[in-house]
Each structure stands twice: as structure tokens, then as C-alpha cells.
């Protein structure tokens, strides 16, 4: 079983940045592919960033590309996603999410443990 527990989100004007962190219980943290999703009210969870177990390889979605980094400490169980020249489309709850097996996938039905969110909220 794994915890996932978020922090960092707020209100920051379009153009400002944040950083969320999504601290994980347990020690099988380093084993799991993560992921972090987005969901906006009246939508869909939508795909953000994920990474691999090793912190060796990342995806993104289109709409952050260039924008958003994704990273991890496993010494720390702690993923991050840096979030820059943030629009006011990028205006969500943050969910960060466990994959058991080691490699990421873009679809929420494939992650097995999720964070309560943190609320990212960016004002024109």
C-alpha cells in the first residue's frame, strides 16, 4: 500500500510558476512509475506528466510541454512537477499517482494509488 500526499498548489497570476511535490509512504516507492494529472471542474482527468521508476525517462502532454518538469527523488519518495509560464487554462486540482509496475502510462485507469489533489488555480 502506498500514500501519496500533495502540497505546493495556490494562486499565482498567468506567467508565474509553482512547484508541487507528491511525498509517498512505504518502500516500495522507488519500484513505481509515477504520473501527475489534472482535472478541472466539469471535466475529465486529464494526463499531465509521468516518469519512470528510475527517473530515467519522462512523457508529457502536448498542452505542457516546454512548461512543466516532471522529477523524482527516490531517496527523499518524493515526485515533483515544476509548473512554469503557467496560463490560466492550466486552472485544476493536481493529482499525483503509483503505477506498480515500473513504467508510466498516460491513462489514469492505470495507476493503482492516488493523492487527495492540491488545488492549482491561475488568474489573468
Known amino acids: 500500500q502506498v500514500q501519496l500526499v500533495e502540497s505546493g498548489g495556490g494562486l499565482v497570476q498567468a506567467g508565474g510558476s509553482l512547484r508541487l511535490s507528491c511525498a509517498a509512504s512505504?518502500?516500495?516507492?522507488?519500484?513505481?512509475?509515477m504520473g501527475w494529472f489534472r482535472q478541472a471542474p466539469g471535466k475529465e482527468r486529464d494526463f499531465v506528466a509521468a516518469i519512470s521508476w528510475s527517473g530515467g525517462s519522462t512523457l508529457y502532454a502536448d498542452s505542457v510541454k516546454g512548461r512543466f518538469t516532471i522529477s523524482r527523488d527516490n531517496a527523499k519518495n518524493t515526485v515533483y512537477l515544476q509548473l512554469n509560464s503557467l496560463k490560466p487554462e492550466d486552472t485544476a486540482v493536481y493529482y499525483c499517482?503509483?503505477?506498480?509496475?515500473?513504467?508510466?502510462?498516460?491513462?489514469?485507469?492505470?495507476?493503482?494509488?492516488w493523492g487527495q489533489g492540491t488545488q492549482v488555480t491561475v488568474s489573468s
Open positions: 512505504g518502500r516500495t516507492f522507488s519500484t513505481y512509475a
Open positions: 499517482a503509483a503505477r506498480r509496475a515500473g513504467w508510466y502510462h498516460r491513462s489514469h485507469y492505470e495507476y493503482d494509488y
